[in-house]
């Protein structure tokens, strides 16, 4: 490899789960540097995505696009990630500004990446610049070492893929061998060519003798990382990762770990079974309650779905001997993974492969495209990581792209084949030219936000209809918010799950709140009020998992035994305590879960300030599309008619329903529309929000975010003039 | 008259069926269908702190006074990940 610079340096030691050092790169001028945070610093912004909105807050402008020198790529665990006593604990976030939404992203993502860079004395890595040359970051904690080198090259087939390219830099990295104390960051060509591309995490498994991966799915972080001329990151270190935060109690971390630990092995068996099955067990329950994404989110379920259940991966698929998870000393173990799948479609057929995955959402995109073949799912898998491109964002981009063709609003000639629902050989045809950007590929590259424009100027050049009545139209079923793309849950029904996705800062993910089952099933949330301290709730105590360094999973999808006998069992609050025992013992603090609740308080506000300043954060941006409420389109309403019928009559009190099909579909999308348009008020007041989704002057204050950057932002959305408070005005 | 008791995901597999039929007879309650369930199938655990028990797609009380072809299903919580 041919080094462009390089920096010896002591690595930091950890204390209390932090190093207080961000690693800086600056890639227009190749340079190094080490940022040392003041102690302050973790006390507000906690760590993962805390330090990536800061950094981005301070650091970028209104103007900043993904594509802009000064945009930050942030890669960062926090204080509780790396500990393998207590389950979850591998994750981190990448934060950066998104090509899709122009706005801040992160996603989390597991595997070793970010306890080694912790290890090798980062708290968190921030890359800005663009590079001329394609570059790898090489941290080697070992020896003390920082190096930026021209990224070498092994040949196209292994270039452009995100796993092989990962692989083999390993390899040369270390003579030859994978180690499981080396960890990497990757892109593939997905990145080059979309706005959706993923960065890759790849760990050694020596148990499988491979490479695994996961990815940071969501908003285009690879695109980010490609765009820098960044092609991938190494990381080092042989230290231990048991005890490594260097706690200040570490006893009581290791009565958090041991209880929490407990509490998944007792109780995953008898409910989701999530070690067994990974989370495509989800696909079963879905498809139960109507809320599998089938073709694009009209329907919630398919008759051939049971061929995707997740006793059919594990049967055919999933090596059960083999242990699972994406890091150390998690006893979930979700991240499943496959030996030996034998290729059939793409470049690379024939070849046999490791799979790592399926998720959930992965199959759930794939039922978005109306395919139930559990093979194309583990292909569809493997070479979105291949590419590095996000199954969700594909997948949806690509069923937008097949309802514009069942609706009439492209055709065949067009396209140049048939793109039609469950059609496996025109899904992977798609797949593959999006991957390299060619044909409609390039279109479905660009997501759904940038891809209804081009077809609504397509069919209008056909047709001479206007291009916003068409618009109008695709709008109803492009499934987009804030230009994210929907994840694979319907929320036609759950009006909670409606403010879920509409209010979500990055755009439609359900890692801000996924409340289908307490609202739509269990029924917890009858009141407009209700819906809305749940959607304050939940986001902040996720927003906490994704600051510290942890998933989420065990304690959201594993409900402790004490749970029921508590005011709201969804909250899971006695699995929440080890959370909070785990903090505290860890940095020294004596935290409360609402003091917890209050900083995770402040990110958010945080995050919403960047999402106004880039022109994503008022309630405009907040809108759904029609889909999202209710059936868009009569062959919807037909589909569930006698249920859509019975909540009519609910909703009009004994009141008749019209009796024409055609006036009831319409007055249910109008009440619909109006309950999306009441819960916004009930939920903005709740968040201490103006009517127009901009925090209140003092709301901010409380948390000590009404800095001179933040009133000016206030005052140009017109909130300090309208709701001029005093302390505003004489501060 | 009968009752349908469904089961899904781990419950499918134990059970090694999607569903069973039971007789109705005059005030039969939720925790009947509980114990029966619990009795065939000794496997599954079903206690109220570990699943959710749904009649007609709605949680319901342990003591609540079943009705003809009412559907029963167990429910594991789910958060969303």
């Known amino acids: 490899m041919k080094t462009i610079e390089t920096m010896s340096y002591h690595p930091a030691p950890v204390t209390g789960g932090y190093t207080d050092r961000v690693l800086r790169i600056d890639l227009s001028s190749h340079s190094i540097s080490v940022q040392h945070l003041a102690p302050e610093f973790k006390e507000e912004y906690i760590g993962g995505r805390g330090y990536a909105l800061k950094l981005i807050w301070d650091e970028t402008t209104a103007d900043t696009r993904y594509d802009s020198p000064e945009n930050i790529l942030v890669m960062a665990g926090g204080p509780l990630c790396c500990e393998p006593r207590f389950p979850g604990t591998g994750k981190f976030i990448i934060g950066t500004i998104s090509p899709l939404t122009d706005t801040f992203i992160d996603s989390n993502i597991g595997g070793h990446f970010s306890s080694l860079l912790k290890l090798c004395g980062f708290d968190a890595l921030a890359v800005t610049g663009v590079s001329r040359k394609e570059v790898i970051l090489i941290v080697n904690g070992d020896e003390g070492t920082i190096e930026i080198a021209e990224a070498p090259s092994y040949g196209n087939a292994v270039n452009e893929g995100a796993l092989t390219y990962g692989t083999a830099l390993m390899r040369e990295f270390n003579g030859g061998e994978l180690d499981e104390n080396t960890a990497l960051v990757t892109t593939g060509v997905g990145a080059t060519n979309t706005r959706f591309g993923v960065v890759n995490s790849l760990f050694y498994d020596k148990r499988r003798q491979r490479i695994r991966s996961k990815q940071a799915g969501r908003g285009g972080t690879g695109t980010v990382m490609h765009h820098k001329g960044l092609r991938a990151v190494i990381v080092r270190s042989n230290l231990d990762r048991i005890g490594a935060n260097k706690a200040v109690d570490d006893r009581g971390v290791k009565e958090a770990g041991s209880s929490l630990k407990k509490v998944v092995s007792h109780m995953d068996r008898q409910q989701l079974r999530l070690a067994s099955w990974g989370t495509p067990v989800l696909i079963e329950y879905m498809d139960k309650y109507h809320l599998l994404p089938v073709n694009n989110y009209q329907y919630g379920r398919h008759p051939d779905s049971k061929a995707i259940f997740a006793d059919v991966f594990l049967d055919r698929y999933f090596e059960k001997k083999l242990p699972d998870g994406c890091y150390f000393g998690c006893n979930l173990a979700c991240a499943k993974g496959a030996e030996n799948v034998t290729l059939r479609y793409g470049p690379r057929a024939g070849e046999r492969v490791g799979v790592d995955g399926p998720e959930y959402e992965t199959a759930g995109a794939v039922s978005c495209m109306g395919i139930f073949d559990p093979h194309f799912i583990m292909e569809y898998n493997w070479y979105c990581d291949e590419y590095g491109l996000d199954t969700i964002s594909m997948g949806v981009s690509a069923s937008f792209l097949m309802e514009c063709v069942q609706r009439g609003y492209l055709s065949s000639e067009e396209i140049g084949y048939e793109l039609k629902w469950g059609d496996v050989e025109a899904a992977h045809r798609l797949l593959h030219d999006t991957a390299i950007g060619q044909g409609l590929g390039k279109v479905c590259g660009q997501g759904v936000h940038r891809a209804k424009a081009w077809v609504a100027e397509q069919h209008a050049k056909r047709t001479g209809e206007a291009v916003e009545r068409i618009l109008t139209e695709l709008n109803k079923f492009a499934m987009e918010t804030k230009g994210l793309e929907f994840s694979m849950y319907i929320s036609k029904e759950s009006l909670a799950q409606q403010g879920g996705y509409g209010f979500a800062l990055k755009g439609p993910q359900h890692d801000e709140a996924w409340l289908i089952f307490i609202d739509q099933v269990h029924k917890e949330l009858p009141t407009f009020e209700a819906k809305a301290q749940a959607l304050k709730w939940f986001p902040l105590i996720r927003t906490w998992f994704n600051a510290v360094g942890l998933c989420k999973l065990p304690w959201i999808d594993v409900r402790h035994p004490e749970a029921a006998k508590t005011d709201n069992p969804a909250q899971n609050q006695p699995t929440l305590a080890y959370y909070v025992q785990y903090l505290n013992s860890t940095v020294g603090s004596s935290k409360t879960l609402e003091d917890v609740l209050n900083d995770s308080e402040r990110l958010y506000l945080l995050q919403k300030l960047i999402n106004l300043r880039n022109g994503k954060g008022t309630r405009q941006s907040d809108q759904i599309p029609l889909r999202a409420m209710g059936p868009a389109f009569p062959n919807e309403y037909e589909a569930r008619c006698d249920y859509y019928d019975e909540w009519l009559k609910e909703q009009l009190n004994g009141e008749e329903i019209p009796p024409d099909r055609e006036a009831r579909h319409r007055l249910l999308i109008k009440l619909r529309e109006e309950a999306f348009d009441r819960l916004c008020d009930v939920v903005y007041q709740e968040k201490g929000f103006t009517s127009e989704a901009i925090p209140l002057p003092e709301t901010l204050e409380k948390f000590g975010l009404l800095d001179e950057r933040a009133r000016n932002l206030l005052t140009s959305l017109g909130v300090v003039g309208k709701y001029s408070l005093r302390r505003v005005a004489g501060s | ?81």
């Open chain 2, 1 to 81: 008259m009968t009752i349908s008791v469904q089961f899904h995901g781990h419950h499918r597999m134990t059970t090694r069926t999607g569903e069973i039929r039971m007789p109705l007879s005059v005030d039969t309650r939720v925790e009947d269908v509980v114990n029966y369930v619990s009795y065939r199938f000794p496997d599954l655990e079903l206690c109220t702190s570990k699943v959710l028990v749904l009649v007609n797609n709605s949680i319901t009380a342990m003591d609540h006074a079943l009705n003809p072809n009412d559907k029963i299903t167990f429910l594991p919580p789910v958060g969303g990940g």
